[in-house]
Structures are given as C-alpha cells and as structure tokens.
C-alpha cells in the first residue's frame, strides 16, 4: 500500500533580486527623494502645513517645549502633558540647536521623510525596484502625511516612526539579523508612542497582527511559529524598553525631569471626565460626513483582502506573512481608532489623531497597487497624479452619496484582477480613487453637536508656495529671546486687531510660546475680566505679563489698566519687520 504525500504550496521566495542598477545610485535616489518630490508638488518649506493649521495653537505648544522647555517647566511645573512627547520634542531640539529655528525645522522634516521611506523601500525592494519605489512615492506624496509634517505637532514625528517601525515588524531576514531588526522595530515603535501616546493602539494592533500569523492548521507549523513570533515579539519589547530610555534620558537632558508617564496618565483620567468629554467629543457623527479621507484606511485594507481572496481562489496564491500582518494590523487599528471614538474619544474627528493611521494605510496601499501592477506604471501614476491633483485641485463631495460610491469603486477595481495577469486599468482607477477620497472632503458648517475642531483640508496641501510663513515661523520664535529667563509665573496678553482687520495670528502663536492659551490673560486689552484680575491677584511679586500684538497700539493703556500690580517695563522690542511687537512687564507686587 503506497502512501499519498501531499506537496505544501511553495513557500514564498525572500531572494533578493538582481540588481541592473548601481547600490550607490539607489542610495543617491532615496536619499533625494524627498526633495524631488517636495519640488514637483511645490512644497515650499513650512507652508503646506501651517497655513492650513493656524487655527490651533496645540502645534505651537510642541515648538515652545523644544524651544525653551526648560524655562517653561520652571515657571509652570510639569501639570501640562505637552512637555512629554519627548519622541518629538527632544529631536526639534536637537535641530534647533543644530540649525536654527527655520533651518531646524525643515532640516528635521527631511530626517522624519528618510525615516519613514527607508525601511519600506528596503522592505518591498527585495521584490523588486519599481515596488520599493512605489512605497517611497505613496509616502512621499500622501497628503495626509505631508500635512502631519508641515507643524510641530507630535503626529508628524510619530507618523514618521510608525512607518519605519512597521515594515522592520515584518522585513523577512534570518539568524541573529533577525532579532536586530525586530529589535530597531521596537525602538521605533517606542519611540512612536513617546510622540503621540495616541499611537499605542495602532502599535499593540501590529503586535496582535504578529501573533495572530503564527496561526496554522498543521499543529506543528503552528508550534515553531509560535516560538519565532514570541522570540521576535521579546525583541521588539526589548526594542520598546531601549526607546523608553532614550526617551526617559532625553528628558533628564532637556528638562531635569523623567517623569513621562504621570503627566500623560493625568491627561487620560482628565479626558474621561463628564465635562472634557462634552467638550472634546462630538454627541454626533456629523462630523463624518465630510472626512472623506477616513474611508481611505479600510477601503484599501477591504481592497487588498478581496484581491488576495480571489487570487487564491483562482490560481492557489498566498500572499506573503509579512504583508498580511502589515494589512492586518492596519485594520485592527483603525477598528481601535472607531471604538474610541465611539465612545469618548475623539480619534478619528481630530485629525491630529486621525493621520495616524495613515502609517499602515500607506504601506498597505503600496501592496494594493504593486500587486495590481509590478511594472514602473504604478510610481508614474502616483506621481503624477498627486502633481496633477496639486495643480488643478479636486471636487468637493460628502461621504454621502459620493464618497461612498467612490470607495465601492476602488474595492471593485483591485478585485477585478483575480487571476495571475497584471493590469494597469484598475491599478489607475484605484489611484484616482484615492486621491479623490482623501482631497476631496467639502466645506461644510458645523452641527450643532459637533466639537468645532479646524478641517483637514488634505485638498490644500502642495502648490501654494508661501515663504512668509516660515518668516512668521521664525518671528513667532524670536520672542523667547527678549524674555528674559525667570522662575516666575508669565502671564501673556495679546492685543487685539484694528477695528474691521482679521485677525493677526501671530501675536497668538508667540503667546502660545509662553502657554498663554492656557495660561495667560484672555481679556481684549486694555480692559481687564474678573477671571484675570484674580489671575493677577494670585500672581506672586515679581511675575512677569509679556505683552504682544501687532501694532503695540494699546499697551500704554494696558500699562494703565495694570497700575495696580504696580508694573514696571523689563524689556521691549519691535521683530520679524515690525509684524510683532513685544513688552515684558514685571509685577511689583
């Protein structure tokens, strides 16, 4: 009686492929990249993302904790968390000093561009060149992205760790190589929640993704499997602990203070009281009917499942492990996202938040089209239909009907090619799918319900080059240097524009450089609230009320109003050309 042996299908190949060009041309190519493609979609430093994020001065927070933390630190203890997001924080520092406010600035959103593209590239290049292309270009001109990295906002610096952390979770090497890499993994993903607590979910869903890809039918399979993955998953925690104390010892550095996880466990229990939930949380899902871009996570996560789903069916092909916990844990994070969001949080309504997700939503992108088209083609059409998208703008729609027609038409597109043939048609209806959902959210008016958050306008993002930003970046900064350092209390105060101006917005993000939002006096100068004057009365003697504007019109009528805390001018100054004027006053008592 002879036995039936089974053949198991082929294990999928980790050859590398033959190089036909040069190591070091493509090193000179991934290392230009980032300014090729900021040229093509003219990305005048800086501008892409302020101007469209000057209706909150949370950015501005991060800037004056890179800036001056420390001095900050002494004058208002360690209560607000924004000084923890050391991820962020400590490496805008670091260029700070290195290259000055502007230069740092830009030169550090060059470093979070390489961090991001070099490990996908060197993940899906072992494929071949055109697909680790495909993943520098995705990234490279995702709006979303992009918009993350034109502020001080944590989420740019996390985005940028998430995409390295990511493919090194999956980057298919062996002996001890192996362990390194998912070691380097940890330490981004570390690194990630040390920008942006908010990343923790999407990370301990890359982690679930891993342990589920152990699973197999075959119990023996499933047994070294299950050893690899929790080796693996102990260097990644191993990785994660490292960046905890890099982190831990950066903050020792800049601030004289370690503890990063009080301030941000404070926040969280804040945030779970009745009042800051009906501030920060929309009653309503309103809000959802214009983001768009939110579609774009799950349709390419349902796009690439379908796809591979019929592959398999029709030609017995499976995807690769690695690709499947990438996609996997795309989806279970933005799933984590909406239960948040469903019942407190505000995830996905904030897009501070929300572009989190654009990590896995890029790589997974990048999967999408490179198994719809392995060729050039799919790199070409990114490109160029971001230039395009930049240079004639898109439609505005709603989620409803619209948006939604959009995304079934994407999902159907990749699943049209089950088979082993490639096909560019659909590859390009997916692209154009893309951009269409995450540029093409309208401007509507608020619900009544709804948190009046600012709009990610992903639509305005590239071709509106505008140097006077990086001007005002600069003179929004400046204002640490007349200031004189003091362990005191500073209280800002921000004059008001002219009758029938806008408002100038630059007083108010230099105020931001000393917390006044938070702590400073929100009367229109020169009259005086009740709450600020109490503010002032509990000021001890020798407090400092930094006073700002545009035009410095009334602040000899703030003086007078003041007169009663006796002040007397510490220091003045007129900067960025007269667009800013400053005046520190010292309280007498």
């Known amino acids: 009686m002879s036995t039936l042996e089974v053949t198991p299908p082929p294990a999928v190949c980790h050859v590398e492929p033959a190089r036909h060009v040069p190591w070091w041309v493509e090193a000179l190519g991934l290392l230009l990249a980032p300014g090729i493609v900021a040229a093509l979609l003219r990305l005048t430093p800086m501008s892409m993302g302020l101007q469209t994020r000057w209706t909150m001065v949370d950015p501005n927070f991060s800037t004056a904790y890179a800036r001056h933390g420390a001095d900050l630190i002494e004058r208002f203890g ?26 740092g600035f830009v030169v550090l959103r060059y470093a979070f561009a390489l961090i991001a593209t070099v490990p996908a590239y060197l993940w899906l290049r072992r494929r071949s060149l055109p697909t680790g292309a495909l993943a520098v270009v995705v990234i490279l001109t995702s709006p979303v992205v992009l918009m993350a990295w034109g502020s001080d906002y944590p989420d740019g610096a996390a985005l940028a760790y998430l995409l390295a952390g990511l ?40 982690l679930v993704a891993v342990l589920v890809s152990a699973f197999s039918r075959h119990a023996g399979v499933r047994r070294a499997r299950t050893r690899r993955v929790v080796v693996e998953l102990a260097a990644v925690v191993l990785g994660g602990v490292a960046a905890t104390g890099l982190a831990v010892l950066g903050a020792l550095l800049l601030y004289g203070r370690a503890d990063l996880f009080g301030p941000t466990i404070d926040q969280l229990l804040r945030l779970q009281r009745p009042d800051q939930i009906r501030q920060w949380h929309s009653t309503t899902w309103a809000w959802a009917q214009r983001a768009t871009y939110l579609l774009v996570p799950p349709v390419v996560v349902i796009a690439w499942a379908w796809l591979c789903r019929r592959r398999r069916r029709l030609v017995g092909e499976w995807p690769p492990r690695g690709d ?46 490179s198994t719809l088209s392995s060729s050039w083609w799919p790199v070409a059409a990114v490109l160029g239909l971001a230039v395009l998208q930049v240079e004639m703008g898109t439609p505005r729609f709603e989620v409803v009907p619209t948006g939604l027609a959009v995304a079934v038409v994407v999902v159907v597109a990749a699943a049209v090619v089950g088979g082993p043939r490639r096909r560019s048609i659909p590859m ?37 080059p ?13 204002v640490v240097d007349v200031v004189p350092p003091a362990p005191v209390r500073a209280l800002t105060w921000v004059e008001p524009p002219a009758a029938g101006s806008l408002p100038d917005e630059v007083p108010a993000r230099a105020a931001a450089q000393y917390l ?28 400092q009320v930094i006073l700002l504007g545009s035009r410095g019109a009334t602040f000899e009528a703030a003086r007078t109003t003041l007169a009663p805390w006796a002040p007397t001018v510490e220091r003045d100054a007129v900067l960025g050309g007269g667009t800013l004027h400053v005046e520190v006053l010292r309280l007498g008592r």
């Open 516 to 543: 006044g939002p938070l702590h400073g006096l929100s009367s229109s100068m020169p009259a005086l609230s009740d709450s600020d004057r109490k503010k002032l009365d509990a000021a001890p003697a020798g407090s």
């Open 167 to 206: 493919p090194l979770l999956v980057f298919w090497t062996t002996g001890v190589r192996r362990l390194l890499v998912r070691g380097l993994a940890g330490v981004f993903l570390g690194l990630a929640v040390h920008a942006h607590p908010a990343a923790f979910p999407l990370v301990a869903a890359a």
């Open 78 to 103: 360690t209560g607000d968390y924004f000084w923890v997001r050391v991820g962020q924080v400590l490496p805008a520092h670091l260029a700070q000093l290195a290259f000055g406010d502007v230069g």
């Open 428 to 464: 390009l209806v997916v692209t154009v799918g893309l951009v269409l959902l995450t540029t093409g959210q309208p401007s509507t008016a608020y619900a009544p319900d709804q948190v009046r958050y600012p709009l990610a306008d992903y639509g305005s993002v590239g071709g509106h």
């Open 466 to 478: 505008d140097p006077s930003k990086a001007a005002a970046y600069a003179t929004m900064v400046s």
């Open 324 to 369: 499947a916990v990438v996609v996997l844990g795309s989806g279970l994070g933005y799933l984590a996202f909406l239960a948040i969001q469903a019942t407190s949080g505000f995830t996905l309504e904030y897009y501070f938040y929300s572009s989190l997700l654009w990590a896995g939503a890029c790589l997974t992108t990048a999967l999408l089209l």
